[in-house]
């Protein structure tokens, strides 16, 4: 493929430099697949899957060469949705910082708010309350099954069955009608706080939340039925993206997608946080490393999210939901409204926040849906983070992605991308 | 419990191989952060790798201290699967012309997070396979994670399109 | 339309421009540039609770040529600002724009230097709808906004291009 010939078939208007230095790069990209050097019917093509395309994950963009029907190499351009997160992070306190989380992995908002949490708690030595830990707990696994909800969805109306996303959110109105009860507000709730969660369960979210897990495992077996020994379904992921897992572990892949080639890291298993090393529940792997192993995994998770929320709802207790010490936490809005040191400790912790002390780092990683999220925290004394990484998962497999998708054929591109299940928001923070 | 001896036999072992040029250990976290001297980065990386078996390599970033000296650290995010240990290994580089040997012949998931460290905030990585920026657009002039570079950005240093349609 | 060419200068009826006017207003098909957290509400508001069908916008048709508003949902980083432009530009007139939620509106709760502050900076918006995100109900509320608009201000005669 010859640069110019196509630098001038192409009239980049906006940004030459990162256009040419992208085409180039491709060029360059190192393979082992054969190229046909004579060309006589021109099959081979340079296809740009540009940022905006129907495969609805946001703004991605592919640029791949074809030869026919197959990818030679492809190269993933990410950044159209880049905001500068972590340059936002360090002007505000820790607990504004909240909503940010929550844009970041915009589809289990509730996991990127304690993932953050447990950081800052971590760092500044804050103990939270057990009941506060079960609703965390709870209202995660409520997230990761609908961001799985929302990947079976979409994976499946781009690889052509388009009612299945409308059952899918019919479930995830169901969880959006939890959140609303328990948090406020539909999906990007910033319901964890720092020291605990905002406010308590009322015994309509309760009851609610009852009735979904008691009717959820029957959508599951309906669709498992539906799904697991279709022909069609099976045939178009079977064998389709495989990664084997040195490969799998060398590129950095986390989640199911690291999990559906036989390595079981789960960070709920590895370093337990919260409370999961006193619940009972199952890891689900896969040897193949296919798009079938991934959508298995998935699935399973789902049920296992589900024996989880059981689990925990039998076992939390009456108790305080955040911790009482007024310089980590925000005091109850009673003890606000109705005390003099409640509002000013309350104007404090506004005002300048939690203080952790300076010099010190913190790591946490909680296992989100997409895989593991951590958060890096160094501190300089003040309410303000001196530095703040988001190690997001979809950034890692993204990066798994360039080389699964080489060697694959062109009509695979979005079911693969759908088994990989990145989330734009989160890894172009 | 043995998670801990595990912890504590590594950093024993990886005092006996660096010696001095491990320049500390900051044991008072969960996971220990070493800092290193930047000339022995290419190689206990392999030992890492190799002998001690931390395949997994989850994060690299960087930290602007803004001291005078050393001003960028880098930060490496390593994970053994086997023992479950995991450290975070630290290197300090210069404000002038920063540069470090990359690691993506090591560890392959260093490749994307080598190019956002050079992104953000200009520590070039030599040897590099495709050293290009990752977020902002390559004609970008600047680093925006350094802590000079303002929040709101600098006006007028990224383009915005025009609102008359293209004539072509 | 090639209304006024075929029937002669100047040469319109009343009921002609309300049946263009109401055929418009109740078949508009979105064009979804759903960037970011915004783009999920906006999937449900395609779902089957805040059925937008109904209301004409039957598909979502993910292809410039063939829709009549566009959504723009999410921030909008500059990198992805002349893509947005581009696609806008291929949009056939009449079109309509909605800025969703308070990132395309404003730049939201990010004032950052990656971030547009508000998509109207190189887009002609109609409809600016607040929230972050807004709930679909608002997004309908948008949509009958726009239907309104174009039943109220828009004109078979007067939609030209010079």
Known sequence: ?429 | MSEKTAKEQFLDDIKKYLGDDLLEIQDGYEFPNILIRKDRLHETCQWLKHEQHFIYLVDVFGTDRFTSEGRFEVIYNVVCLRTRVRIFLKVRVEEENPSLPTLSDIWRSANWNERETYDMFGITFEGHPDLRRMYMPEDYQYYPLRKEFPLIGVPGSIELPSTTPDKA | MGLESAMGEGYFTTTVDSLAKWSRSNAVWPMPMGLACCAIEMMAFAGPRYDAARFGSEVMRFSPRQSDVMIVAGWCSYKMSHAIRRIWDQMPDPKWCIAMGACASTGGMHRCYGVVQGVDNFLPVDVYISGCPPRPDSLLNALMKIQEKIRNEQSVLLDTNE
């Not at chain 1, 720092?194 to 939340?209: K, P, Q, R, W, Y």
């Not at chain 1, 020994?229 to 986390?254: C, Q």
């Open chain 1, 1 to 429: 493929m010859d640069l110019d010939k196509t630098q001038s078939e192409y009239n980049a208007t906006f940004f030459k430099e990162h256009q040419k230095a992208l085409y180039k790069s491709l060029e360059d990209k190192h393979t082992t697949v054969e190229i046909d050097k004579d060309d006589p019917l021109e099959t081979q093509m340079i296809l740009n899957m540009g940022p905006q395309h129907p495969a609805t994950h946001g703004v991605l963009r592919i640029v791949m060469e074809l030869n026919g029907e197959k990818i030679v190499r492809s190269k993933l351009d990410i950044g159209y949705l880049h905001r500068g997160v972590e340059k936002i992070a360090e002007n505000k306190t820790y607990q504004e910082f909240m909503p940010y989380t929550d844009r970041m992995d915009y589809l289990a908002p509730y996991s990127n708010n304690v993932a953050f949490c447990l950081a800052v708690e971590k760092i500044a030595h804050i103990e939270v309350p057990e009941r506060a830990q079960y609703i965390r707990m709870i209202c995660s696994e409520l997230a990761r099954i609908s961001s799985h909800l929302l990947w079976l969805g979409t994976m499946l109306m781009d690889a052509g069955a388009v009612s299945f996303f409308i059952w899918t959110f019919r479930e995830r109105e169901r969880l959006y009608d939890i959140f609303d009860e328990v948090a406020g507000h539909r999906f990007t709730v910033s319901h964890s706080r720092i020291g605990g969660v905002a406010n308590d369960f009322t015994e309509d979210a309760l009851n609610s939340i009852n009735e979904f897990v008691g009717a959820f495992p029957k959508e599951l077996k309906d669709w498992n039925k539906f799904l697991n020994r279709n022909r069609i379904f099976i045939d178009r992921n079977k064998d389709v993206g495989v990664v084997d897992h040195e490969k799998a572990i060398d590129l950095g892949l986390t989640g199911p997608t690291l999990r559906a080639t036989g390595i079981a890291y789960d960070i709920r298993k590895f370093d337990p946080y919260m409370l999961y090393n006193q619940i009972d529940f199952e890891v689900p792997t896969r040897l193949e490393g296919d798009n079938l192993a991934r959508y298995f995994c998935r699935m399973e998770e789902m049920a296992e999210s589900i024996k989880i929320i059981k689990q925990c709802l039998g076992k939390i207790k009456k108790g305080p939901i955040r911790t009482d010490n007024a310089k980590k936490a925000y005091p109850s809005k009673d003890e606000v409204y109705y005390s003099m040191e409640g509002l000013i400790h309350d104007f404090m912790m506004t005002d300048t926040g939690v203080c952790p002390p300076d010099g010190a780092e913190s790591y946490h990683s909680v296992e989100g849906p997409k895989g593991e999220l951590g958060y890096y925290i160094q501190s300089d004394g003040t309410g303000h983070p001196w530095r703040v990484k988001v190690n997001s998962p979809s950034f890692s497999n993204l990066q798994g992605l360039e080389q699964i998708l080489d060697g694959e054929m062109v009509a695979d591109t979005v079911v693969i991308i759908g088994g990989v299940d990145p989330v734009m928001g989160e890894s172009d923070k």
